[in-house]
């Protein structure tokens, strides 16, 4: 097991895509680069948060990078008292502009970080804000002043005067804002005071724009109407009803026209003039297509609409440049389209012929294609033809409601979807040409389909179906629905837009959650909620097996491939099943019992993908893989042949609903709700080969430190030791240096070559070396080398230096150098008392063998006169 075992499958995240945009306000800088409410010279950022805080950041292009932009935050202010709800940036990019909840609206110096006005009067949410400037003369308004206190009509003379200074005009700033009471009001910015209240709205005012040119005001309104306003007097001038609830309208062509977007989700043009629309009717969208902005600067040869479902739409202006002429026109062209985010994604499969494109499900109606082959970027490469990596290449529309699942033929021009509004369809993909149709649409189920898919495998060679797979759809599919049948539905290429069921199939007791092809394509198996998997034969539709043993409902099921078979099931194949009982089964074809089950999942096993089994080379003993995705929003490889979990892929945040395999390369790719959508790289060889090059190098540098030690070459020995980070071999060392036998004369440790190493440590180094000492201190054992070694540091190194070093990555169980010196000092001192203990404890013994010494004194005495008594004779003289 442990030879088998030596290689482990492991992925490593390559790319993601991810939300970039999932509502509120966005603002164009005058480049095109779209980001969050920005100068138009792209100096500085500021955003407004529901925190009522408004943040100020400072932007800078990176010095080699220029599509890299550099942000430091430079300020956090409080603007209102409740939440900004509109912001509005003047050209110089020097003033913002705030409106709030609460009616008020503010200017602030951006680069000063205060409030230069303070406006009242609306009695309502803030709703729109427009800086603009118009000419205005300061004699005709001083005298205008005048002749309101005085009075009395003007002299000859002062008419003169007037006539001369209404010449020299000058332009001032003005601030058009807007309320949800449909009030537009004009605020000058000079005297700081409303010049104009503009009140025919009868709805709350979503939009505002000035024409230099014509000196013209546009407001568009819920109230589903467009007015030009006279800049001179500020009446109406003309009123046009658009029939849509308007968000954002803007003048281009020097104020001739006005493009406006609403809730129809359609850019439609007006000319100023004549109050016309300029633009062919077009078909309203759903309310996910509705317009909530639109983005545009005079210097760019397009505008960006903003969507209800976070989708940027780029939309060419070169049928309206100048000189324009007025005349009806189609609408504009779309040639790019941005997703802010793919919002919950249900299911994904790669298409195409060569697999660079994407097929998502994302909890829509319609079907997302995304390229994963990017262009290269180049200076005679225009906006519309470049391609990056995850930009939308088509929108596959026709579903009226969500689509839940999908599958993807050999070949990859055939895609099949199925959806909430009980129908299926078969697109005919060709990116080559761009084009994406709708080949035949599938109707009959009951209810809402839950399961649908196609033969995977490919035709003879020889056939005409696999040179040119184009023209011949596949030969088949299956569906299967919540009304607990199943469908096969055959295909030719003289199909005329809808099909009939060749046999329908009352399959399970309970909704029915996958369908999945066999590689011969002469069987195919349904999952269900009522917990069982059902074999049926394809051209029958009769079951001829069932799987029982899950707990819950089942919700994934995938045939094996034909090489992917585990010793004892037989030639017939496996097929896996993922349950909401949190395990994966393996079943035998043979006679439908269960091989194996994995479980490691800590919630519902969604989704299945079997990886071809590519082995590295002759000490490659794993079995066919399996990859699972779950509601724990973990994606998990098995080792089929011995049930081990060779790796857990983590990336998501939510649930993992989508999972599919890149046939050629083998790499996954998984998307869940969360919105993210991960790229898996097969990194097996990478990490075999790292792994073996560590390993070599352990044991050629584990030689040399023997080397080092036999040959008594202290010094390369110890800093090889720190360098592999082997204490054991470190402490030996180290004590072969205290306790050497010749030390040398003034050495600190023992030798002067090991003072001279420790005395020329790295900080990181000599952080690991004072963690050694730390361990190696608190045993009695190898203590007194620890505290001779720490000694000779303390006197190599001033405090400063040793105060200074901090832990490099998590190497020590606190960290901070005073946890390490804390410990160090507490069994330092412990050690010291056991020292005091033992000298003490001396003294009593020497007392002790002193006393010994003279009782054994007297008893040698005491026997030399016992032996005088019994071997002679005493005499006794008077």
Known sequence: MAQRSSIKTTYAVGRVLQPIYSGGSVALSEDGRIL??????????????????????????????????????????????????????????????????????KVWDIRGGYTTHTFHGHSGVVSALHFFQVESNKQEDASADQSKKRKRRKSKADEQINQDASRDNTLEFRLASSAEDGKIRIWDLHKKKSAAVLDSHVSVVRTLDFSPHEKILVSG??????????????????????????????????GQVIFSGGEFGRIRLWSTSAGTELTQEQQPGTETDGIVDILHHQSLPYLVSVHADQVFNYHSLEPVTLPFVEETIDPLPIFRRVSGTHDEVIDLAHVGSDRSLLALATNSEDI????????????????????????????????????????????????????????????????????????????????????????????PESSPAFSDPLLHPPAFLVSGSQDRTVKRWDVSKDSK???????????????????????????????????????????EGEAIGVLRGHRRGVWTVKFAPKDSQVPGSSGKGLVATGSGDKTVKIWNLADYSCLLTLEGHSNSVLKLAWIPFRPIDARDKRGPQLASAAGDGLVKIWDTQSGEAMSTLDNHTDRV??????????????????????????????????????????????????NFAYAGNYREAITLALQMDQPGRLFTLFKT???????????????????????????????????RLRDWNTNVRSAPVAQKILWTVVKSYPASRLASLKPAGKIGAKGSLKDILDVI?????????????????????DFTLREMDEVADVRSLSNGTSRLESNQDVVMVD
């Not at 990478?686 to 044991?699: D, G, H």
């Not at 050497?740 to 900080?763: F, N, Q, R, W, Y």
């Open 36 to 105: 969050a409410a920005l100068t138009p010279s792209v100096s500085h950022l500021i955003t407004c948060s529901r925190s009522l805080s408004m943040r100020i950041y400072d932007l800078s292009l990176h010095e080699v990078d220029d599509l890299t932009v550099q942000v430091e935050l430079l300020r956090t202010l409080k603007p209102h008292a409740s939440p900004v709800v509109t912001l509005a940036v003047d050209r110089t990019g020097t003033l913002v502009a705030t409106g709030g909840a609460d009616g008020i609206v």
């Open 825 to 845: 000092k507490a069994y330092s001192e412990r050690h010291y008392r056991r020292v005091e203990e033992l000298v003490d404890e001396s003294y009593l013994l």
């Open 737 to 771: 240096v205290v306790e050497t036998e010749a030390p040398d004369h003034d050495s600190m440790c023992g030798l002067k070559a090991v003072d001279e190493v420790i005395a020329h440590l790295g900080d990181e180094q000599l952080y690991k070396l004072l963690l």
């Open 657 to 706: 609903w989508a999972l599919a395999l890149q046939p050629e390369t083998g790499a996954l790719v998984s998307g869940g709700g969360d919105s993210v959508i991960t790229f898996w790289e097969d990194t097996t060889s990478a990490t075999l080969e790292a792994a073996t090059t560590a390993e070599t190098e352990r044991v050629e540098l584990d030689q040399r430190l023997q």
């Open 368 to 459: 997302r294609i995304v390229t994963l082959s990017p262009s290269e970027p180049s200076k005679k490469t225009s906006l519309a033809d470049s391609k990056y990596f995850g930009a939308d290449t088509a929108l596959l529309k026709g579903h009226e409601d969500i689509i839940i699942c999908l599958d993807v033929d050999w070949s990859g021009h055939w895609l099949a979807t199925g959806a909430k509004d009980n129908t299926a369809r078969l697109w005919r993909l060709d990116p080559e040409n761009d084009s994406y149709t709708c080949f035949a649409v599938l109707t009959g189920h009951a209810e809402s389909l839950g399961a649908i898919a196609l033969p995977h495998a490919p035709p």
């Open 497 to 539: 837009g809808t099909l009939r069921a060749k046999y329908t199939r009352k399959a399970h007791d309970k909704d029915i959650n996958a369908i999945d092809i066999d590689s011969t394509s002469t069987l195919f198996a349904s999952a269900s909620q009522d917990r069982t998997v059902k074999i049926y034969s394809a051209v």
């Open 221 to 254: 309104s819920r109230d589903k109407t467009l007015i030009v306003w006279d800049a001179q007097t500020w009446k109406p001038r003309r009123t046009m009803a658009v029939l849509e609830g308007v968000e954002s309208a803007v003048f281009i062509c020097n």
